[in-house]
């Protein structure tokens, strides 16, 4: 499973360029810019260097250039040509591609040019907001159709988290401007899918909250040690495959038992798994949210 896939079907080379499959095939056998090998049922299969040459033509035909032009550039050239388009534009479809294009190839070089390129005129709130959350929404869908491989998506999430780190940090110096309430962060047991819970993290501290980041996989029962040290806790949680849909009810029935006695502890819960939550009956102190931006709108 942990294994690099080097193999792609037309319908990945789809799902991962934006170009149909159809406009694939016609590329294919009108310009020879692919040559796929077949199956012994005689089935299309695409090699990473094929998926690789397929997003920078799919870059180069999104700026203008048109496929029969694109088909007589020599193949050496065409990165060269796709890294100078990358460093002259941060626009988000070319970003989105350019990241993609990092991913698959595990190029690092180009995943932090683009984000610098990227960086001289936005800040990394837009770049979250505009790139990377479009861009991890894509990633989910080419996860779900098995298109890209575990050490494709650790890859890429790695290196935004990294850019997290480092942005959060920077506000983390200054000391906390509200007081009126403190949140803490945390995963529930075994989940680990922690961006988005790492950037609302950011947009707290940004905001001037005191925030404890406690992160993945954490017992209920770990978190009641918070309740000694802090009045009026809000705690939030990004339930993505944990709790399952069967015990969403119980877990929020401990929750309340264990951290909201005293009655002024909330809960702030989004994620996939919230789709199985039945909000009316739910506790006042437990809010649902169905996007990043609606939590961040409450802050």
Same mark, same amino acid.
């Given at each position: 499973?942990?294994?690099?896939?080097?193999?792609?079907?037309?319908?990945?080379?789809?799902?991962?360029?934006?170009?149909?499959?159809?406009?694939?095939?016609?590329?294919?056998?009108?310009?020879?810019?692919?040559?796929?090998?077949?199956?012994?049922?005689?089935?299309?299969?695409?090699? +990473?260097?094929? &998926?690789?040459? #397929?997003?920078?033509?799919?870059?180069?035909?999104?700026? %203008? /250039? @048109?496929?029969?032009?694109?088909?007589?550039?020599?193949?050496?050239?065409?990165?060269?040509?796709?890294?100078?388009?990358?460093?002259?534009?941060?626009?988000?479809?070319?970003?989105?591609?350019?990241?993609?294009?990092?991913?698959?190839?595990?190029?690092?070089?180009?995943?932090?040019?683009?984000?610098?390129?990227?960086?001289?005129?936005?800040?990394?709130?837009?770049?979250?907001?505009?790139?990377?959350?479009?861009?991890?929404?894509?990633?989910?869908?080419?996860?779900?159709?098995?298109?890209?491989?575990?050490?494709?998506?650790?890859?890429?999430?790695?290196?935004?988290?990294?850019?997290?780190?480092?942005?959060?940090?920077?506000?983390?110096?200054?000391?906390?401007?509200?007081?009126?309430?403190?949140?803490?962060?945390?995963?529930?047991?075994?989940? +680990?899918?922690? &961006?988005?819970? #790492?950037?609302?993290?950011?947009?707290?501290?940004?905001? %001037? /909250? @005191?925030?404890?980041?406690?992160?993945?996989?954490?017992?209920?029962?770990?978190?009641?040690?918070?309740?000694?040290?802090?009045?009026?806790?809000?705690?939030?949680?990004?339930?993505?495959?944990?709790?399952?849909?069967?015990?969403?009810?119980?877990?929020?029935?401990?929750?309340?038992?264990?951290?909201?006695?005293?009655?002024?502890?909330?809960?702030?819960?989004?994620?996939?798994?919230?789709?199985?939550?039945?909000?009316?009956?739910?506790?006042?102190?437990?809010?649902?949210?169905?996007?990043?931006?609606?939590?961040?709108?409450?802050?």
């Amino acid at each position: 499973m942990n294994n690099v896939k080097a193999s792609f079907s037309i319908r990945d080379m789809e799902n991962l360029s934006g170009i149909k499959a159809h406009t694939i095939r016609i590329w294919e056998k009108r310009y020879n810019l692919f040559t796929p090998e077949r199956t012994d049922t005689n089935i299309r299969t695409y090699s +990473i260097g094929s &998926l690789q040459k #397929l997003l920078n033509v799919t870059l180069l035909y999104n700026n %203008g /250039y @048109k496929i029969s032009k694109i088909a007589k550039i020599e193949e050496g050239q065409i990165p060269i040509m796709v890294r100078e388009i990358v460093s002259n534009t941060s626009e988000k479809s070319h970003a989105i591609n350019a990241f993609k294009l990092a991913m698959v190839n595990f190029d690092q070089t180009l995943f932090l040019n683009t984000y610098s390129s990227l960086l001289s005129e936005k800040s990394f709130r837009e770049i979250f907001s505009d790139v990377f959350i479009p861009l991890l929404n894509e990633l989910g869908l080419l996860w779900q159709t098995d298109t890209i491989s575990p050490s494709h998506e650790h890859f890429i999430t790695h290196l935004i988290k990294q850019k997290l780190y480092i942005n959060t940090e920077k506000l983390q110096i200054a000391e906390p401007t509200k007081k009126d309430k403190v949140f803490a962060l945390f995963l529930p047991e075994n989940e +680990i899918h922690e &961006l988005g819970l #790492l950037y609302i993290n950011y947009e707290i501290t940004l905001r %001037g /909250y @005191k925030s404890i980041y406690l992160g993945q996989t954490m017992p209920i029962e770990s978190l009641e040690d918070l309740l000694k040290y802090y009045d009026n806790l809000t705690f939030l949680s990004y339930f993505t495959v944990s709790p399952t849909k069967d015990n969403l009810a119980s877990y929020f029935e401990k929750f309340s038992k264990t951290l909201n006695a005293a009655g002024n502890s909330s809960l702030y819960v989004l994620g996939h798994q919230i789709q199985y939550i039945d909000e009316s009956s739910l506790p006042s102190n437990i809010k649902v949210f169905d996007s990043i931006e609606k939590v961040i709108r409450t802050l």
